[in-house]
């Protein structure tokens, strides 16, 4: 099974920006579909960004336009550049590996996002 360790979490002033890592164990990251999910106190996880092995995106209505998913394949690493932070972004943020065709699906144990003046 692949390990995902994320990082980048931390305290942010609304409208300022931050950055998120996955780094990916393993050598068949470049088959991986990629994806960021959130998590706030009392409410369910919810897809954040997903960027599949061809490198097509799809995100939430919520962050459309402020964050942007990308991957970096020879570094085994999806990043969320997000932008623009509002209160409701605050959550501890998992990265996500999937492959369904063949029973894959990982996650990593989280990291912490606040948003607060």
């Known amino acids: 099974q692949v390990q995902l360790v994320e990082s980048g979490g931390g305290l942010v002033q609304p409208g300022g920006s931050l950055r998120l890592s996955c780094a990916a164990s393993?050598?068949?990251?470049?088959?991986?579909?990629m994806a960021w999910y959130r998590q706030a106190p009392g409410k369910q996880r919810e897809s954040v960004a997903r960027?599949?092995?061809?490198?097509?995106?799809n995100y939430a209505d919520s962050v459309q336009g402020r964050f942007t998913i990308s991957r970096d394949n020879a570094r085994n690493t999806v990043y969320l550049q997000m932008n623009s932070l509002k209160p409701e972004d605050p959550a501890v943020y998992f990265c996500?590996?999937?492959?369904?065709?063949?029973?894959?699906?990982?996650w990593g144990k989280g990291t912490l996002v606040t948003v607060s003046s």
């Open positions: 393993g050598s068949d990251f470049s088959f991986y579909a």
């Open positions: 996500n590996a999937n492959v369904r065709a063949w029973g894959m699906d990982s």
């Open positions: 960027i599949t092995a061809g490198g097509s995106t």
